[in-house]
Nanobody, 123 residues
Framework: QVQLVESGGGLVQPGGSLRLSCAAS????????MGWYRRAPGKQRDLVAV???????TYADDVKGRFTISRDNAKNTVYLQMNSLKPEDTAVYYC?????????????????WGQGTQVTVSS
């Protein structure tokens, strides 16, 4: 069993900052790419940022220069530092991870989602 648990969401004024965290726990052999997605009201879930196990990052165009994704491999945790927040950043933010689990001499890769954390940007 593997769980991804997000934290750090909340209400913030435009121009403010928040830091999201996502900790993976359970039967984990290794964690490959981890990322953050968001779903705004009435819209589909979109990629925000992703980071590979080697630390290579990719960002959606509308968050480049404002958001920074990072990870602590020793803690199986990925972070999303969000600065200069705008009302249009309001959404439920979801953590996603490609995780390898082992069973004896076999290895299996699964994709997991966290439960989501609400970020609201409003004055």
């Amino acid at each position: 069993q593997v769980q991804l648990v997000e934290s750090g969401g909340g209400l913030v004024q435009p121009g403010g900052s928040l830091r999201l965290s996502c900790a993976a726990s359970g039967s984990i052999f290794s964690i490959n790419a981890m990322g953050w997605y968001r779903r705004a009201p009435g819209k589909q879930r979109d990629l925000v940022a992703v980071i590979t196990s080697a630390g290579v990052t990719t960002y959606a165009d509308d968050v480049k220069g404002r958001f920074t994704i990072s990870r602590d491999n020793a803690k199986n945790t990925v972070y999303l530092q969000m600065n200069s927040l705008k009302p249009e950043d309001t959404a439920v933010y979801y953590c996603n991870g490609d995780i390898t689990r082992s069973s004896g001499s076999y290895y299996f890769q699964y994709n997991y989602w966290g439960q989501g954390t609400q970020v609201t940007v409003s004055s």
